[in-house]
């Protein structure tokens, strides 16, 4: 059951923040839709680097072995960490291949510096996602649901300023 309410907990966030994006303007959503369908392809093959540690901790662990849960956990990041780098740098270097997918030129500006910004969150939402599987693989499911449902009034309460007062930033 954590484990589900924590997924829930992710697409809720989600939703929370296409309806922010789109409360902006529909060129801004637009941006944001093209940078996330574009970037979904990579960030899932790291979600799928990440799994393997869950299913490694879990058989050691069910073996009683610590050494081999330590073992796990440590080489699991480390590779979930490069990858985690490999697929950012990609995305930040290859981010001109918005402008060959034949979108509007003013929504292709909007979406190259949020390329670039989601293209780096990919570093530390994947070493998250890393942590989850492992403390999922020791069946500590409910920290990850806490984390996930704490993180939703925290993405609002951080974004709401941007969205409703702007800060100094234009909104068209």
Known sequence: MPIIIGE?????LHIIDTAMVGAISYKQLAAAALVMNSINI??????????SVSQMVSMAHGK???SQ??????NGFALCAVTAVVISLALVFG???LTHMGQDPEVV?????FMELMALSIIPMLLFMTLKQFTDGLEFTRTAMLLSLCGM???????LPFN???LGFPKT
């Open 95 to 97: 981010k001109s291949i």
């Open 42 to 51: 990579p960030f899932v093959f790291g979600i799928g680097m990440t799994i």
């Open 109 to 113: 500006a909007y979406a190259l510096p």
């Open 8 to 12: 829930l907990a992710q697409m809720a």
């Open 69 to 74: 849960v330590s073992h796990y956990f440590y």
């Open 64 to 66: 009683g072995s610590r």
């Open 164 to 166: 409703l007062w702007e």
């Open 153 to 159: 009034p925290i993405n609002i309460f951080f974004k």
